[in-house]
């Protein structure tokens, strides 16, 4: 296969690893831990997995190991460093014994079920070693929750002689990655699960997760194409810019994305449910920037928008959450396409209803589109973007009529998801993934199961990371997912009283009346540190208060 020259160049970057990680490993325990909220529910649900310890890897004196085979599966959506992930497992299963072998279930955990595999050998890794996609062994959504799936998957990991399965994935994925833990440990099987934290949306963090891998990269590239739209709004001067970013269930990447390029304008999902707001007061918010830029001669601006916002404004949300009970009935599922707008009506609450009847009929449809595997509206399709031009442009006239405006809007759309969740992974990602891959390996030679691989303290150069493992049951709660209450990894959001989200308020009023556009560019590989190893500017924020 052809290569270009950074292709070429990347495969032969070397990525840093933390000290305790470097030679012989030697596992440091904490205390036990509880889960972050439903103690006495997760406990009785996850009685053999419940209640471990954290861990630190430390410099250790050397140990012989035995060989031992691992499965390795990329679960749901793409993201920058999934095969650093893969090759820092390789490595590190292949340094404590040359005849481990790994072996990548294709397609996601789909191919544990269906016997979908193949033998990854150091030709393969070779050829993916810091570059971007899931390519390698495919990525998949099915979900791993029925007996007969783990029973099936038991049979090829018996046949392969597998001691550990390791589940790259998002919250949902790592859920059921502790499910699958608690399954075999009940079981006796002798068959270890560790989970691996991933998703470009930032929303797998807590105070043991630092960042989730693949957001760097993919903020990184979002905000150079911001900083290019940016610069062209900037010369052409007569166009409003609507970017919708990925983030359905958090506003992290468009946060990073506003601290990176300090846009005219950006919307935080939390911020918008956490006031009460309505659509047309987010639509006022804008509408009112325009008009305060317009005076100024300023016919142009940029305006992020999470993908996830149509949730968040609580009358919609509300909405969602009685359309999310009524399509998951037996017979919402039954109901004909061209017969569901009637139907619905004729089910919903009056409040809800209104609401419902108050949307223009495209979106109405859009949100009654069909669930994603896990039961969630799939937002990503709701052209949020285009919703809120089209409104700010409605306003904008009737304020013209009334003289309060005098100036042009022309508006121009975008939808940046794709685009950043298989790009090359930064340095940053590139180190990242190869640590937590490594630390996957030394949680299985250490005996664990029900654990996520960690790598902390990464606002430091990498040589000082500290890399370790947290029982997953200590980051789950109860929820309600497709009508029934079940144990999931407790979403991180974006916190309004964290200094992320207080340095962009600090700011935001001034950027929506001044042009402060900034262009960062496109991710650096080789060159000084400060270009090219530093995390995203939430991290640094977060990380300085503590």
């Known amino acids: 296969m052809e290569k270009s020259a950074l292709q070429i160049a990347r495969a032969a970057y070397q990525p840093k690893l933390p000290k305790g990680l470097q030679g012989n490993v030697c596992v440091k325990e904490g205390a036990p831990t509880q889960s972050v909220a439903d103690q006495e529910e997760i406990k009785k649900l996850f009685p ?72 990854l050998t150091a030709d393969i890794i070779d050829e993916y070693r810091n570059t971007g996609g899931f390519d390698m062994i495919g990525s998949g959504r099915t979900k791993l929750e029925k007996e007969e799936q783990f029973e099936k998957g038991l049979e090829i990991i018996k046949e392969l002689g597998i001691k550990a399965v390791v589940i790259i994935g998002g919250d949902d994925s790592n859920t059921n ?78 946060l990073e994305c506003a601290l990176q390029c300090q846009p005219s304008i950006c919307l935080i999902s939390e911020e918008v449910e956490a006031k009460n707001q309505t659509l047309d007061d987010i639509v006022t918010y804008i509408a009112q920037a325009v008009v305060n830029r317009a005076a100024d001669g300023n016919n142009f601006g940029t305006v992020l928008v999470p993908e996830g916002l149509i949730e968040f404004i609580p009358a919609v949300k509300k909405l969602i959450a009685e359309l999310n009970d009524l ?73 013209k009529k009334e003289g309060k405006y005098m100036g042009k809007f022309a ?49 430091a150069p990498a040589s000082e990371w500290v890399a370790g493992g947290v029982p997953i049951t200590m980051m789950m709660n109860m929820e309600k997912r497709n009508g029934e209450m079940k144990p999931v990894i407790k979403k991180a959001l974006v916190r309004l009283d964290g200094a992320p989200f207080k340095t962009f308020v600090a700011n935001r009023d001034r950027w929506a009346r001044e042009t402060c556009f900034v262009y960062p560019g496109p991710i650096q590989y080789f060159g000084p540190s400060e270009v090219c190893d530093q995390p995203t500017k939430t991290l640094q924020l977060e990380q300085a208060g503590k």
């Open 48 to 119: 053999n997995t419940y209640g471990m310890p954290l861990i630190e890897f430390v410099p250790g004196e050397a140990k012989t190991y035995a060989p031992f085979n691992v499965g390795v599966i990329l679960s749901g959506g793409q993201a920058p460093g999934g095969h650093n992930v893969i090759c820092g497992l390789f490595d590190g299963i292949k340094r404590l014994n040359p005849e481990s072998k790994l072996y990548g279930f294709i397609l996601g955990p789909g191919g544990l079920v269906d016997h979908n595999y193949m033998e």
């Open 177 to 254: 990655a502790c499910v699958l833990a608690e399954y075999y440990a009940a079981k006796k099987c002798g068959v270890q699960v560790i989970g691996c934290p991933k998703t470009i949306d930032g929303d797998l963090k807590n105070d043991q997760i630092e960042t989730s891998f693949g957001f760097d990269t993919a903020c990184k590239t979002y905000s150079e194409v911001i900083g290019n739209i940016q610069r062209d709004a900037n010369s052409a001067r007569k166009y409003w810019h609507f970017i919708k970013l990925m983030g359905r269930s958090a506003s992290h990447i468009a």
């Open 327 to 399: 399509l998951a009935t037996p017979e919402g599922a039954a109901v004909p396409k061209d017969e569901q707008r009637a139907w619905i009506l004729g089910k919903l609450s009056a409040e809800n209803k209104a609401v419902y009847e108050s949307l223009p009929a495209g979106v109405a449809a859009q949100l009654t589109m069909e669930r994603d595997p896990h039961g969630n509206v799939q937002v990503s399709l709701i052209e949020t973007e285009k919703l809120l031009a089209e409104m700010v442009a409605n306003k904008l006239a009737e304020w």
């Open 411 to 459: 508006s121009l759309h975008h939808f940046f998801g794709y685009e950043g969740r298989c790009a090359a992974p930064s340095n940053y990602d590139a180190d990242y993934c190869y640590a937590l891959g490594t630390s996957a390996a030394m949680l299985i030679a250490n005996d664990k199961t029900g654990y996520m691989a960690i790598v902390k303290n990464t606002t």
